[in-house]
């Protein structure tokens, strides 16, 4: 998913625009995250955003 999601960069000029990335929780995420970071690209794998209504969503579900 990360070099679809670079090539697809690539192809619109975005490699230099793109400085962060906004997913839920999920492992494959944090996969892409790691492999974005060492891509040739801006985005930083501190960057990786959890979605905050993800993160909610998850908490009430535990509290129920």
Known sequence: ??????????????????????????TSNDTQTTTLNQLPNLFAKENHACCFNHTLQLSAKTLL
């Open 1 to 26: 998913l990360a070099r679809a999601f670079q090539k697809m960069l690539e192809d619109f000029g975005l490699t230099q625009k793109i400085l962060a990335f906004n997913g839920d929780n999920a």
